[in-house]
């Protein structure tokens, strides 16, 4: 067993251990709004866990719902003695669950899916060999802009002329003068960003055009990674290659290199059209 993984197992028995002292604490002081807190905070732990773990979502969403039975239950047996105790609790989880609802799918989910416009980046322009166009959607961090202009690095040092930038309403459409379709975007929801959804969407019938995608994500991408690939088989593109890359799990499994640029360079170096 590595260090990295003695640490790792070390942080979650202490992470569990804690969690436990809390919730006994949390139940023994009789506090709604803290033991809410607390609950709200065993559920996050659980699906970091689950994410770790690399679970898949069905197992994980049943795993909550028995999560959230078992807890009602040990409410319920807690409080019964209490008058109007269990309602109150009942009450104020479902308020948490609505203002932690509305917080993301309200404000967060919108501002990770802002429409990013920039201009189209010309790299190696006398390049003859081919041409490629890169669109990606950024997110709110560095790491999927920094994939996607690995992707275009390693294209350009074969010879191709690349196009890059943003997924928005002024990235170009018409792809008659492209060799190679490039989307990038980071995984929100279990899914490709929206932006890049939306610019799929907007360009039609693909007619069969060669398309790479790029799906990043922290350490899962086992669901948004075959949605983008559905989402080009819908528009009728031509699938050359499914790539995910990771910024908190080891990328050396797929590529060899846990160097998330490098192993864009060199999946860009071995595309190869007919």
């Not at 709004?33 to 732990?45: D, E, K, P, R, S």
């Not at 081919?130 to 709110?140: C, E, F, N, Q, S």
């Amino acid at each position: 067993m590595s260090l990295t993984s003695i640490l790792m197992t070390v942080l979650v028995l202490v992470l569990l251990a804690t969690l436990g002292w809390l919730v006994y604490w949390a139940f023994t002081c009789l506090h709604l709004w803290l033991i809410a807190v607390v609950l709200g905070l065993a559920i996050g732990l659980l699906v970091w866990l689950a994410t770790l773990l690399r679970l898949p979502f069905p197992l994980v969403a049943v795993v909550l719902v028995v999560l959230a039975a078992l807890l009602v239950a040990v409410c319920w047996w807690t409080y019964r003695a209490t008058d109007g105790a269990f309602v109150r609790l009942v009450a104020l989880s479902v308020v948490t669950l609505a203002v932690l609802s509305l917080s993301w799918y309200g404000l967060l989910s919108p501002w990770i899916n802002t429409e990013v416009v920039s201009a189209v980046e010309t790299l190696n322009p006398e390049g003859d060999i081919r041409t490629a166009l890169i669109v990606y959607h950024p997110g709110k961090s560095s790491f999927q802009r920094d994939v996607s202009h690995a992707f275009a690095e390693g294209l350009v040092s074969k010879g191709w002329r690349v196009e890059i930038t943003t997924a928005s309403s002024q990235a170009p459409t018409d792809l008659s003068t492209y060799d190679l379709l490039v989307l990038g975007a980071p995984t929100y929801d279990w899914l490709p960003a929206k932006r890049i959804q939306a610019y799929v969407g907007g360009l039609g019938d693909l007619k069969g055009h060669p398309t790479v995608t790029i799906i990043s994500g922290a350490g899962y991408t086992e669901l948004s990674q075959p949605a983008m690939e559905r989402l080009v088989h819908k528009a009728d593109g031509q699938l050359v290659e499914s790539l995910a890359v990771w910024s908190m799990r080891p990328n050396e499994e797929l590529y060899g290199t846990n160097d998330a640029m490098e192993a864009m360079r060199q999946a860009a170096q071995g595309i190869s059209l007919p």
